[in-house]
Nanobody, 121 residues
Framework: QVQLVESGGGLVQAGGSLRLSCAAS????????MGWFRQAPGNTRELVAR???????YYADSVKGRFTISRDNAKNTVYLQMNSLKPEDTADYYC???????????????WGQGTQVTVSS
């Protein structure tokens, strides 16, 4: 089992920045990939960014150039730096971990409890 605890959400004005953190504990040896998903009201959960144990990253087109995912393996923590935030970034953000890139977001992955991000116009 892996436990994920997110922090860093909040209310920010458009154009502002937030940094989300996700601390992992438990069977962390099984984690090879971590990612951030988000879900806005009435929408399905979508992948925002992901990072492999080796540092390879992927970003959704909607956040490319504005968001940066990173990880500190010594602290078992993954971060999402969000800059130039837009009202459409408003959502609940969820941390996710899995044993491989391809299992992120699946039933074979682990989820945090989520943190709310609200961007006002």
């Amino acid at each position: 089992q892996v436990q994920l605890v997110e922090s860093g959400g909040g209310l920010v004005q458009a154009g502002g920045s937030l940094r989300l953190s996700c601390a992992a504990s438990g069977s962390i040896f099984s984690i090879n990939a971590m990612g951030w998903f988000r879900q806005a009201p009435g929408n399905t959960r979508e992948l925002v960014a992901r990072i492999s144990s080796g540092g390879s990253t992927y970003y959704a087109d909607s956040v490319k150039g504005r968001f940066t995912i990173s990880r500190d393996n010594a602290k078992n923590t993954v971060y999402l730096q969000m800059n130039s935030l837009k009202p459409e970034d408003t959502a609940d953000y969820y941390c996710n971990s899995a044993s491989s890139y391809y299992r992120l977001g699946t039933s074979s992955s682990y989820w945090g409890q989520g943190t709310q991000v609200t961007v006002s116009s």
